[in-house]
T-cell receptor, first 108, second 114 residues
Framework: DAKTTQPTSMDCAEGRAANLPCNHS???????VYWYRQIHSQGPQYIIHGLKNNETNEMASLIITEDRKSSTLILPHATLRDTAVYYC?????????FGTGTRLTIIP | EADIYQTPRYLVIGTGKKITLECSQTMGHDKMYWYQQDPGMELHLIHYSYGVNSTEKGDLSSESTVSRIRTEHFPLTLESARPSHTSQYLC?????????????FGPGTRLTVL
């Protein structure tokens, strides 16, 4: 069973920043936080991961709270192509456990 | 772009047929995975492999079997397909090196058993 909690759905206006929250209160010290997204039943796509520090790459930023019990994925300038289901996961070994994720809809 | 391929992309087959879903990757990854996903539902891990001659069952029980004779190839077989096997099957791979686990997914095979 997934150990993270995410809102079921969110909307965001095109061009605005999309902030997707995730609670992972049972995360252990050596587990990373991963974010993936799945666009319309395609294979999931890796977005970003982090352990303690905030992270940024060409796709998104990841903000992890100091106690590591929650994180926020930020898409700085959302486009219509960012409409997808976003999965937050904690992982310390080879296996990823996908939950139900957040269905993000970008509104024109 | 990740170089992981799945064939066929779509398959409609009758009950009782034997089928093999193909998955190949050209990235030299040791770890490979099979997930099953019903429409609008979660992905469930059904098989994974650490490398050649290694296969493990995933979190969701499945009647399918897998083999790993070559690093780049991880086929999934159903000996006798049933309507309950209708689903999307997604293959993924990752590099065994490093402390984290970025998985690259193929496009999936959408299986319909009549």
């Amino acid at each position: 069973d997934a150990k993270t909690t995410q809102p079921t759905s969110m909307d965001c206006a095109e061009g605005r920043a999309a902030n997707l929250p995730c609670n992972h209160s049972t995360i252990s010290g050596n587990e990373y936080v991963y974010w993936y997204r799945q666009i319309h039943s395609q294979g999931p796509q890796y977005i970003i991961h982090g352990l303690k520090n905030n992270e940024t790459n060409e796709m998104a930023s990841l903000i992890i709270t100091e106690d590591r019990k929650s994180s926020t994925l930020i898409l700085p300038h959302a486009t219509l192509r960012d409409t997808a289901v976003y999965y937050c996961m904690e992982n310390g070994n080879e296996k990823l456990t996908f939950g139900t994720g957040t269905r993000l809809t970008i509104i024109p | 772009e990740a170089d992981i391929y799945q064939t066929p992309r779509y398959l409609v087959i009758g009950t009782g047929k034997k089928i093999t879903l193909e998955c190949s990757q050209t990235m030299g990854h040791d770890k490979m995975y099979w997930y099953q996903q019903d429409p609008g539902m979660e992905l469930h891990l059904i098989h994974y492999s650490y490398g050649v001659n290694s296969t493990e069952k995933g979190d969701l029980s499945s009647e399918s079997t897998v083999s790993r004779i070559r690093t780049e190839h991880f086929p999934l077989t159903l000996e006798s397909a049933r309507p309950s096997h209708t689903s999307q099957y997604l293959c993924a791979s990752s590099d065994i090196r490093g402390p984290y686990n970025e998985q690259f997914f193929g496009p999936g095979t959408r299986l319909t058993v009549l």
